[in-house]
């Protein structure tokens, strides 16, 4: 991962240019980086706020041999790198909460966002972009996140370097990625168990189909979040916003 990368300074999307990339060719493990987004943007079609210079705006191409119903292992599989790489970087012991966000003392450091491209059932490309708020200050935010948005640089109290925290991921992706192919989802999934924050507590999903409200019980072999609702069936939720509790 990361044998070919594409840096640009400024770019719209660094997930539109991996799109491009993906459908013209490029390798397994093709990384696209940029030091500005001006088009950036999250699930759900929202904007994701990606100044100069602050935050890491990456895509990766990944190329697996895998149906597409296992391609949600592969946001847990870069929520763990990602996690890791923190740590290892700057001593923070971050959080996920299902399926991408990572969090830091209860408020978002990074978001994941995964894309497709398929032919017929099979994966063709999936295409992993992460943000990351690695030097932003509380002002740096736009206000209506403020109060829900954090940067490693706040966390931690000093500057974070975005290069050794770049070449930490692609080493942790990498070496993910290689026991995923040759071993399967099993290690990647207790690892993320170990980080996950929701696991065990009652959750709100709020889904495209409505709201499930439910004991987090864990996450099934494709990734996919476990519910236990209220009259003992188990729900299983591939695609929601998830409420945490107060405490
Ligand atoms: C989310 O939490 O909603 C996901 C945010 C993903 C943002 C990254 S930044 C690099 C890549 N390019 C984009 O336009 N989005 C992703």
Redesign the pocket.
Not at 2 to 21: D, F, M, N, W
């Given at each position: 991962i990361g044998q070919s990368i594409y840096y640009e300074k400024s770019v719209p999307?660094?997930?539109?240019i991996a799109h491009r990339l993906a459908g013209e060719g490029a390798a397994d493990g093709t990384v696209v980086i940029a030091d500005e987004?001006t088009?950036?943007?999250?699930?759900?079609a929202?904007v994701?706020y990606?100044p100069i210079h602050t935050g890491i705006?990456?895509?990766c191409i990944l190329k697996p041999k895998i149906p597409i119903s296992q391609t949600p292992q592969l946001t847990l599989l870069a929520a763990v790198a990602i996690v890791q790489a923190i740590e290892e970087t700057t001593g923070i012991s971050p959080s996920i909460k299902w399926p991408?966000?990572i969090l830091i003392n209860g408020r978002k450091a990074v978001?994941?966002?995964t894309e497709l491209q398929a032919e017929a059932d099979s994966v063709h490309s999936v295409i992993i972009?992460?943000?990351i708020n690695v030097n932003q200050s509380p002002e740096d935010f736009p206000a209506g996140i403020q109060q829900i948005a954090t940067s490693l640089k706040i966390e931690k109290g000093s500057e974070v370097s975005r290069a050794v925290l770049v070449q930490a991921i692609l080493r942790n992706l990498e070496q993910l990625y290689t026991a995923y192919l040759s071993s399967g989802f099993r290690p990647v999934k207790l690892l993320w168990e170990s980080y996950a924050i929701s696991l065990g507590k009652t959750v709100i999903a709020r889904t495209l189909q409505g709201t499930i409200t439910g004991k987090a019980i864990g996450i099934n072999d494709e990734g996919v979040l476990l519910l236990e609702t209220m009259n003992g069936s188990i729900e299983k939720i591939y695609s929601a916003d998830i409420e945490l509790p107060e405490k």
């Amino acid at each position: 991962i990361g044998q070919s990368i594409y840096y640009e300074k400024s770019v719209p999307s660094t997930q539109k240019i991996a799109h491009r990339l993906a459908g013209e060719g490029a390798a397994d493990g093709t990384v696209v980086i940029a030091d500005e987004q001006t088009e950036g943007r999250g699930r759900l079609a929202r904007v994701w706020y990606s100044p100069i210079h602050t935050g890491i705006w990456m895509s990766c191409i990944l190329k697996p041999k895998i149906p597409i119903s296992q391609t949600p292992q592969l946001t847990l599989l870069a929520a763990v790198a990602i996690v890791q790489a923190i740590e290892e970087t700057t001593g923070i012991s971050p959080s996920i909460k299902w399926p991408n966000d990572i969090l830091i003392n209860g408020r978002k450091a990074v978001g994941i966002l995964t894309e497709l491209q398929a032919e017929a059932d099979s994966v063709h490309s999936v295409i992993i972009g992460t943000g990351i708020n690695v030097n932003q200050s509380p002002e740096d935010f736009p206000a209506g996140i403020q109060q829900i948005a954090t940067s490693l640089k706040i966390e931690k109290g000093s500057e974070v370097s975005r290069a050794v925290l770049v070449q930490a991921i692609l080493r942790n992706l990498e070496q993910l990625y290689t026991a995923y192919l040759s071993s399967g989802f099993r290690p990647v999934k207790l690892l993320w168990e170990s980080y996950a924050i929701s696991l065990g507590k009652t959750v709100i999903a709020r889904t495209l189909q409505g709201t499930i409200t439910g004991k987090a019980i864990g996450i099934n072999d494709e990734g996919v979040l476990l519910l236990e609702t209220m009259n003992g069936s188990i729900e299983k939720i591939y695609s929601a916003d998830i409420e945490l509790p107060e405490k």
